[in-house]
């Protein structure tokens, strides 16, 4: 056989080995510029899940590793801004790409995203701060403010750092930083202007419609209607933030906050558990969740929250003393409770903290502090109709008839306007946007306290005319105990005390 046949054969052979003839092409060569592009344009656009996208395109390498240094520290700080959880560790990334000696750049990147304000809802940080922090803060704002606005006219990751290290409190106030008109229209860069500490609504809807993509924006919009009182506006923006960014545990802050707002105590201890999943010992989740479970009447876990918070011994210590004191007094431990109510008073100055230490006062038959003590109350805030009959109670305890006689009658007009506010309450109920479940449960909750007011009324007017009879004052008696007929729990008792008055009146005392 002649040598080039077998060649040949030999060629067709290995041909027909299964898969020769589909030999796929050479992969195509990378579109460098292409990718540099899209990863621009993505990193501009601002969101977070541009990001996360520009960095799934760009593959590793020498030549994009500025690029994805960039993005990764921005990603980093967009995470600690929005108080994410379960997300990469863009930090450690950014840290691994430098290497172990950094450019001076990189390294005051590295460090202003690792400074991020954390949202509420995250660990604050200590409320002092301590000297060093502060120092080590300030001299971090003064490397940006010196570093960084020359970059900024041209770099979109420094403009966006630049107002960051305003945002994070490094020492820089907001009109020292220049930031061109060119820059703040880049998405980026706005973002981190209008979701800084005073939020603009009109700029975020502005800047929304201009990139719809910027989701997280709709966490800044809610947090800005919670401040304005807009609760069903909060929730409706948290809803839309929650579709992108379902864990974060500062949007189940804002929205166990606004669920507490409306008095729907268990949904809200629900949501401040979320918080408390992802850091068992948060603050304001501890704080938040104390307060709803105490409303609850749930003493018990009331006060285990109390005492976490005073054991960590450094958020809102205030509030903690005062909640376990309410909590100790409805347990019987008034002891306690009057200790802890003792240090709440160093801490917080409100009309709450003497109202409950004059009603602990008067459990304890400490007439002449609870006395004190609600009268102080009252001074914070003469609208607390419970507080206002409680003085009355102290004077007759101490046989004052006279002031007694005062107080409740003053107790009587309280009521009656917050009887009125009631009804208005009811009224908006009934035209606000709500489900037909949670307008249910408001309109309950305000025809209870109508009524808790109205029976407030009926006793406050009994125990008036009872006042004056025993203060001699029987001409002020009877007008009173005639209107004290109108409550079914006092009406036999008011016809009695009307029969022990000189007669004047009998056809109205018969009736």
Not at 356 to 384: K, M, P, V, Y
Not at 439 to 463: K, Y
Request: proline share 5%; with cysteine.
């Amino acid at each position: 056989m002649p040598r080039r046949l077998l060649r040949f054969l030999v060629v067709a052979a290995i041909c027909a080995v299964p898969g020769c003839a589909a030999r796929q092409p050479p992969a195509p060569i990378l579109d460098v510029a292409a990718i540099d592009a899209r990863a621009d344009g993505l990193a501009r656009a601002g969101c977070y899940q541009c990001l996360k996208e520009a960095l799934a395109i760009l593959p590793a390498g020498a030549t994009f590793d500025t690029r994805r240094f960039r993005l990764l520290v921005l990603a980093a700080a967009r995470v600690r801004e929005l108080g994410l959880t379960g997300e990469p560790d863009w930090l450690a990334r950014a840290r691994d790409l430098a290497g172990v000696s950094p450019t001076a750049v990189q390294q005051l990147l590295i460090d202003l995203a690792s400074a991020t304000v954390m949202p509420r809802g995250t660990r604050p940080p200590m409320p002092s701060g301590g000297a060093v922090e502060r120092l080590n803060r300030e001299q971090l704002g003064a490397r940006a403010a010196q570093q960084l606005p020359s970059m900024g006219q041209t770099d979109v990751a420094a403009a966006y750092f630049l107002q960051h290290a305003v945002c994070s409190d490094l020492g820089i106030a907001q009109e020292a930083v220049e930031i061109s008109e060119v820059m703040r229209r880049v998405p980026l860069v706005a973002y981190r202007i209008v979701s800084c500490s005073r939020v603009d609504g009109e700029a975020l809807d502005a800047l929304l419609a201009a990139e719809p993509r910027l989701v997280e924006l709709h966490y800044f919009k809610a947090t800005a209607a919670f401040v304005a009182g807009a609760l069903l506006t909060t929730e409706r923006e948290l809803r839309v933030f929650d579709e992108r960014f379902p864990a974060a545990p500062a949007s189940a802050l804002l929205r166990g906050q606004v669920l507490l707002a409306l008095e729907e105590f268990e949904p809200a201890a629900a949501a401040f558990d979320v918080v408390l999943t992802t850091d068992v010992d948060q603050p304001e989740a501890l704080l938040y969740r104390m307060r709803a479970v105490s409303q609850l009447g749930d003493a018990a876990r009331g006060e285990a929250a109390a005492d976490r918070l005073v054991t960590l011994g450094t958020w809102y210590q205030g509030e903690a003393y005062y909640w376990r004191a309410w909590n100790r007094r409805a347990l019987g431990r008034l002891g306690e409770a009057a200790s802890d109510i003792e240090t709440a008073k160093r801490v917080l100055f409100n009309a709450s903290v003497p109202k409950l230490a004059g009603f602990i006062a008067f459990d304890r038959e400490q007439l002449d502090l609870a006395l004190t003590e609600l009268t102080t109350s009252r001074e914070r805030n003469g609208d607390d109709c419970e507080v206002i009959f409680a003085i009355g109670q102290v004077h007759a305890r101490r046989g004052r008839w006279a002031e007694a006689a005062e107080s409740f009658t003053a107790t009587i007009g309280c009521t009656q306007a917050a009887q009125a506010a009631a009804r208005t309450r009811m009224d908006e109920i009934a035209v606000a946007p709500l489900d037909p479940q949670r307008r249910a449960r408001l309109q309950a909750r305000a025809e209870r306290d109508h009524a808790t007011e109205h029976a407030r009324e009926g006793l406050a007017t009994f125990n008036a005319a009872t006042a004056h009879v025993l203060a001699g004052h029987a001409e002020r008696a009877r007008p009173l105990a005639e209107r004290a007929l109108a409550w079914q729990p006092w009406a036999e008792k008011a016809k009695e005390l009307l029969d022990r008055l000189p007669a004047r009146n009998e056809s109205l005392r018969r009736n």
